[in-house]
């Protein structure tokens, strides 16, 4: 009931593009719900997140659309360019001290 | 906003000694650190909770005695891989909550580590 089930496992996007990346989750007591952004050799960097109180964020280039109801959330990365080529990865908690679930990553890559 | 300060960024060492991986708070308290390890190509994978004070609480499969963590005071926790083998060399990443009653956590940078 920990899980969080992230897919695609890897995405090819080419530049202008929408990437889209899906997570859902079963445990109903999770309450916020980030997506990070990955470098390779760095740590994760916080990119946008939300709460289940709203279906949907959006910062930028970045739209979170959650679905309550089926237990789904969804990153968006509008105009997609060769810098945001990186790995994304979703994750959530229940309480603003909690540990983090996190899912199993997306390996992005933004074509020319 | 709230900074993880983590060192080392890389490290090697010779199989069977020791290292030590700390994290610093720099402009927060951290009541609570956790300890990831990361494989090429995978997920965060959770190793402990610390807490300021207190005895690290472990996932299961992590063993205790190989990865000492200690949280002694609210700015810093410290990681110290014992006894270290080829098979400990890996991606070691901190997070802590930024606290206040808010959501959000802040990561360090991560150690690489690699036992030759």
């Known amino acids: 009931q920990q899980q969080v089930k992230q897919s695609p496992q890897s995405l090819i996007v080419q530049k202008g593009g929408i990437s889209i990346i899906n997570c859902a989750y079963e445990?109903?007591?999770?309450?916020?719900f980030p997506w990070y952004q990955q470098f390779p050799g760095k740590g994760p960097a916080l990119l946008i997140a939300i709460r289940p109180d709203v279906s949907e964020k959006k910062e930028g280039r970045f739209t979170i659309s959650f679905n309550k109801s089926a237990k789904q959330f969804s990153l968006h990365i509008m105009d997609s360019q060769p810098g945001d080529s990186a790995t994304y990865f979703c994750?959530?908690?229940?309480?603003?001290?909690?540990?983090?679930?996190f899912g199993t990553g997306t390996r992005l890559q933004v074509t020319l | 906003g709230a900074v993880v300060s983590q060192h080392p960024s890389r490290v090697i060492c010779k199989s069977g000694t020791s290292v030590k991986i700390e994290c610093r708070s720099l402009d927060f308290q951290a009541t609570t650190m956790f300890w990831y390890r990361q494989f090429p190509k995978k997920s965060l994978m959770l190793m402990a909770t610390?807490?300021?004070?207190?005895?690290?609480?472990?996932e299961q499969g992590v063993e205790k005695d190989k990865f000492l963590i200690n949280h002694a005071s609210l700015t810093l926790s410290t990681l110290t891989v014992t006894s270290a083998h080829p098979e400990d060399s890996s991606f070691y990443i901190c997070?802590?909550?930024?606290?206040?009653?808010?959501?959000?956590?802040?990561f360090g940078s991560g150690t690489r580590l690699t036992v030759v």
């Open positions: 610390s807490n300021e004070g207190s005895k690290a609480t472990y």
């Open positions: 445990n109903t007591a999770f309450d916020y």
């Open positions: 994750a959530a908690t229940a309480g603003t001290a909690s540990k983090l679930t």
């Open positions: 997070s802590a909550p930024t606290g206040g009653g808010v959501y959000g956590y802040t």
